[in-house]
């Protein structure tokens, strides 16, 4: 399993990484990582047509689109379509910012999970 990160650089600049999950545990159930912080749970509800130009994320969090994805450019100008069920960390909470495009013209619906 993946996490796009979008984190901010030496420089202030947004870039992507990829995280992946560490399993710890293996059972009938099925593989665990480790339990990871979260304050709470924001759920979202975004129009077809939203675009938002430069703009930082208000907190560290995990991000999981439900049902329609978005694609996310950061400031050294990678673009990613976070697909619905994908997991994104966006922690660029300074700095330049991201774009965010809502490419399929769908309602999208999503979790946010805060970290701090």
């Keep these: 399993m993946r996490i796009h990160n979008l984190y901010v650089d030496e420089s202030g600049g947004s870039r992507f990484r990829d995280i992946d ?25 975004t129009s077809g047509d939203y675009d938002l130009d430069w703009h930082t994320a208000p907190r560290r969090q995990y991000i999981v689109n439900l049902d329609a994805g978005v694609k996310i450019t950061a ?22 910012g991201h774009l965010s495009d809502h490419i399929e013209n769908k309602i999208r619906h999503s979790l946010f999970f805060p970290i701090e």
């Design 21 to 45: 999950v560490e399993w710890v545990q293996d059972s009938p159930g099925g593989k665990l990582s480790r339990r990871l912080p979260a304050t709470g749970v924001i759920f979202r509800e």
């Design 75 to 96: 400031s050294d100008g990678e673009s990613r379509f976070i697909a619905a069920g994908e997991i994104l960390l966006v922690e660029d909470t300074h700095g330049k």
